[in-house]
């Protein structure tokens, strides 16, 4: 497929930009496999789910489906404005989508597809994803870019391994695939997030006047390694008291660059305050794996639900909405229902790791399930209809490579 098909069969809207069926179609089916992973725990259907088992299932599907089609989206959308490549839109983006449904039907084949062609479907998105921009990225002045090719690769090896391990009876190692899909997605989220999360908080500065935020080169590459030291130590079960380092390694660096963007003073710009929020929950999920590795108090999977919801679930809503905003045309400024949306989730965060530590009850995860539920619908019901309707004019907005993903 061509981009001149962008003309003909696929000139409507939502072939514009990789963000609009990705986003589209990736929140509505991680709002679906959340309904039923609610329905099924608690007992009000009885339905025979792929993938071995529900948390198998449930794991790799917002991992791989509902994540990966978001930070496929998100990656695809960016770098334009990054690096300067061009854009995949048109018959290429629909070929791209077209992988992605392949992959989930492929799943749901209820073993009329043989399982290497599963697992070949449904790692295709990243590895053609990576095929269409790694020589745009080869040929880009900035070569740093080229580190978003890693976090394509782990997302496809994760979800090969995933497959493969199910394929020789071993959920362990499969789970192990799914680590490593969330670790490709955590790298996306605290690499680029971080990023755009201080030339954002600088814009703001600048436009009220404030201090002027700079960049420190130097402790952005420290924060990669810490994030490297990390993932290393989540994937590869290191000793106790390395990981443990590896992790408190990461939070004091992660805090340092928090610091230099002087959250107290944006607390009135909504869309980047909450990217503030979701460091945090990186910030404390780092110190909970690192405890959980030092002393037998804090359980071992403690940290994972101040990663994934508080964290990965808070920068996704941000960057989400902000991208859905800037690049059809509209006002970056949330409506009341989104900052109830993000609400939603930073409370969610909460109530899981209280859940986590005993505090409440089991009875309480198909709750939070539902609140987690209720916030991305109303992302969906505000901005499901912009992904398919053309944008409006471009508004006068910061400039700058990164003002293209604002």
């Known amino acids: 497929m061509s981009e001149q098909s962008a003309s003909g069969m696929f000139s409507a ?3 514009d930009s990789p963000f609009r069926p990705f986003y589209l179609l990736g929140v509505l089916y991680g709002l679906g496999v959340m309904g039923v992973w ?7 259907v009885d339905i025979s789910l792929p993938l071995s088992s529900l948390s198998l299932w449930h794991g790799h599907e917002m991992v791989f489906g509902f994540s990966g089609a978001v930070v496929a989206g998100f990656i695809l959308t960016a770098l334009p404005g990054w690096a300067g490549t061009v854009e995949i839109r ?5 070929f791209l989508v077209l992988l992605w449904l392949l992959g989930r039907l492929a799943v749901y084949s209820g073993g009329l597809v043989p399982p290497y062609m599963v697992m070949l479907l449904d790692s295709s998105l990243y ?8 020589p745009g990225l080869l040929a880009a002045e900035n070569k740093l870019y080229l580190a978003l090719i890693p976090i394509l690769l782990m997302l496809c090896l994760g979800n090969v391994i995933f497959h493969v391990s199910l394929m020789d009876g071993d959920p362990v190692r499969a ?3 799914i680590e490593i899909g969330l670790m490709a997605i955590a790298a996306k989220f605290i690499l680029a997030g971080g990023f755009l999360a201080a030339t954002f908080t600088g814009n703001a500065l600048r436009q009220k006047g404030g201090p002027e935020l700079t960049i420190s080169p130097l402790l952005e590459y420290i924060s990669a390694l810490s994030l490297v030291l990390f993932i290393w130590a989540v994937l590869f079960d290191l000793p106790g008291g390395l990981a443990g380092s590896f992790a408190f ?9 928090l610091v230099r ?5 944006i607390l009135d710009a909504p869309l980047v305050l909450i990217m503030h929020l979701a460091y945090i929950w990186f910030i404390v999920a780092a110190v909970l794996f690192g405890l959980s590795r030092f002393s037998n108090t804090v359980g071992p999977h403690v940290w994972l639900h101040a990663f994934t919801v508080g964290a990965l679930s808070l920068m996704m809503l941000s960057l989400i909405t ?5 690049h059809t045309g509209r006002s970056l400024v949330p409506s009341k229902a989104m900052l109830l949306s993000f609400a939603l989730v930073f409370g969610v965060a909460f109530l899981r790791e209280m859940i986590a530590w005993g505090l409440l009850p089991m009875d309480w995860l198909p709750i939070t399930a539902v609140i987690w539920w209720l916030a991305f619908a109303l992302y969906f019901g505000l901005h499901g209809l912009l992904m398919i309707r053309p944008s409006l004019p471009k508004r006068p907005g910061p400039k700058g490579r990164a003002a293209e993903v604002s």
């Open 13 to 15: 809207p939502l072939w």
């Open 38 to 44: 609610v329905l099924v725990t608690v007992g009000a």
């Open 90 to 94: 048109g018959g290429r983006l629909a």
């Open 127 to 134: 590895f053609a994803a990576t095929l269409m921009v790694l």
């Open 175 to 177: 789970s192990w695939g």
């Open 249 to 257: 390694f990461m939070a004091v660096v992660q805090t340092v660059r």
């Open 261 to 265: 963007w002087r959250t107290w003073l």
């Open 322 to 326: 902000r991208v859905a905003l800037r």
